[in-house]
């Protein structure tokens, strides 16, 4: 009997170290299955992050690239816009160059115009003459400003002289004073073109015209003329409907207009 089981101990002795080392080979096989799954997961995951960051990283060239090209169009787009400028810039300079030359050559005739438009003043019937002066001395004044165009002051200086050419062509009535024989009235004057230019006193009611020829002031009987001037300024007022009316052009005799 002891022999039996002798064997059979010593049988199960060597059979359990070998099925207990087979275990732990297997546990290690299934630890190292294990490692190396979570090392594929991390790695995998590495790739994951590493691809989105790529396609991140491209779309962003993409929009850079859209943003360079247009950039390059916008650039392209300046340098269309400074080569008509500077083409404007020439333009301008020589604009520049011809009217200073211009203004050269204006300035002193627009001097030219405004004596000669004195003189004419000077000369002519006396109807609004301080108006008249006015305007001349306000020409010359302007004519020292350098905050005003030049443009401008030959507007004033051609202005001033149509004033003048309608004067020639316009009947009108006012009031001012009459200076006669060293006295000074009141009066209404009666202008008619520059044909001819009388008077009738405030208050007395004598009457005269502009001797252009002596130039001097003539005095009128009061029959006929102080009834045709006061018709005549009737008329000047468009107080009646117009018609003619007679003047006095010299001392000898009277004109039908």
């Known amino acids: 009997m002891t022999r039996i089981i002798g064997p059979a101990l010593a049988a199960l002795t060597l059979l359990l170290p070998a099925g207990l080392h087979g275990q732990d080979t297997l546990k ?5 299955g294990v490692a190396r799954t979570e090392e594929g997961v991390t790695a995998q995951g590495r790739i994951n992050d590493i691809s ?3 396609r991140e990283l491209l779309d962003e060239y993409r929009a850079q690239l859209k943003l360079v090209e247009s950039l390059e169009t916008y650039i392209e787009l300046l340098d269309d816009q400074l080569t008509g400028q500077a083409q404007e810039i020439s333009t301008l300079e020589t604009s520049v160059t011809e009217v200073a030359s211009v203004e050269r050559q204006i300035l002193p005739l627009m001097t030219r115009m405004i004596d000669s438009l004195e ?3 000077a ?5 609004l003459i301080d108006e008249r002066r006015d305007r ?3 020409l010359r004044a302007l004519m020292s400003r350098s905050d005003v165009t030049v443009a401008e002051k030959s507007r004033r200086v051609f202005e001033a002289y149509q004033i003048e050419t309608d004067y020639g062509r316009t009947i009108e009535a006012y009031t001012a004073k009459l200076e006669l024989d060293g006295s000074s009235f009141d009066a209404e004057f009666l202008r008619i073109g520059r044909v001819n230019l009388m008077y009738r006193t405030v208050g007395s009611g004598d009457v005269g015209y502009w001797n252009s020829v002596d130039r001097r002031w003539e005095p009128l009987g009061n029959t006929p003329w102080r009834r045709l001037i006061d018709r ?4 000047a007022r468009q107080e009646v409907a117009p018609e003619l009316i007679s003047a006095a052009l010299n001392p000898a005799g009277v004109e039908q207009l």
Not at 28 to 32: K, N
Not at 123 to 127: S, Y
């Open 28 to 32: 290690r096989v299934e630890d190292a």
């Open 119 to 121: 003189n004419f003043v």
């Open 52 to 54: 989105s960051r790529s």
């Open 123 to 127: 000369l002519d019937a006396p109807f």
């Open 136 to 138: 001349v001395s306000n």
């Open 232 to 235: 005549g300024l009737q008329v």
